[in-house]
């Protein structure tokens, strides 16, 4: 029965595997072809056409675009994770008055869809001087976000107390105490919480379509919007460029996956058991 069981198990992780893989697959396959073959739905790239990625970094200003993602990404999931930790470091481990309260708060604007601050937000950013460049894209993160705040909240809930309070009585400060033990120790966390942000930065087209104007600021979403009005639309639609432009842009996040692969599975592992 066990065996049985690992078999069935087995089957499912390679149905799901196939499920999950074989749309990027096909997106790979697809970009090699030339334009009558595109969708003709086979796996394997003939007429093989590999032109059609030099043609893309011809047409349009790739590298900038990447630089852009990388930068605003980056900068995204620094202020995200850092700012979240601060919050639930101070929710996980001090005691006051109304905490029960102000993290219920904390919590409930998850509810709000980002469709209802999207306005007042711009208008803000306006009011600064700041719409029309890059640092509305990262910057509200340094105000935390709520889901992060939560999870970080666990981990920290999850460290033996006893070690804090060794700390302190060594001498040690919260702000000591909190770089040189707290954020260490929830580390795991810490990246889950970095890989996130970078892949919810790095994929998102909303921001970058309100904020940006300029070609020269666009992110790599901004800048697949520009190629697939560029070269998707009418009669001689160039659909190789567009996917060839498309696994440009999806091959960084996977590898990003794959490096930081051993953190992300201990983080979310980590994250299970305490709960």
Known sequence: MRTRGRGVALAGLVVAAVAFGYP??????????????????????????????????????????IGNSVAVGVAAA????????????????????????????????????GAVTMVPVYLEWHAVGLAT????????????????????????LGLPSEVFDAARVDGAGPLRTFTSIALPLARPGMVVVFVFELRS???DLIKPLIYLREPQFYTLPRGLKTVLDRFG??????????LAASV????????????????????????????
């Open 133 to 156: 460049t890059q640092v509305p894209l990262w910057a509200q993160n340094l105000f935390g976000s709520a889901f992060y705040i939560f999870l970080l909240r666990q981990f920290f």
């Open 24 to 65: 990027f697959a096909w997106l790979v396959s697809a970009s090699l072809k030339d334009r009558a073959h595109v969708f003709d739905n086979a796996l394997l790239p003939v007429p093989f056409a590999p032109q059609n990625f030099v043609e893309v970094w011809r047409a349009v200003p790739l590298l900038t675009w």
């Open 201 to 203: 930065a790095w994929t």
């Open 233 to 242: 639309q009418g009669g001689e639609s160039q659909w190789e460029i567009v």
């Open 248 to 275: 440009v842009a999806t091959v960084p996040m996977i590898v990003l996956f794959l490096c930081a692969q051993r953190y992300f599975v201990r983080g979310l592992v980590t994250q299970h058991v305490e709960q």
């Open 78 to 113: 620094v202020a995200a994770t850092l700012s979240s930790a601060v919050v639930a470091y101070g929710f996980a481990r001090y005691r006051f008055r109304g905490r029960g309260l102000l993290f219920g708060l904390v919590l409930a604007t998850m509810m709000l869809p």
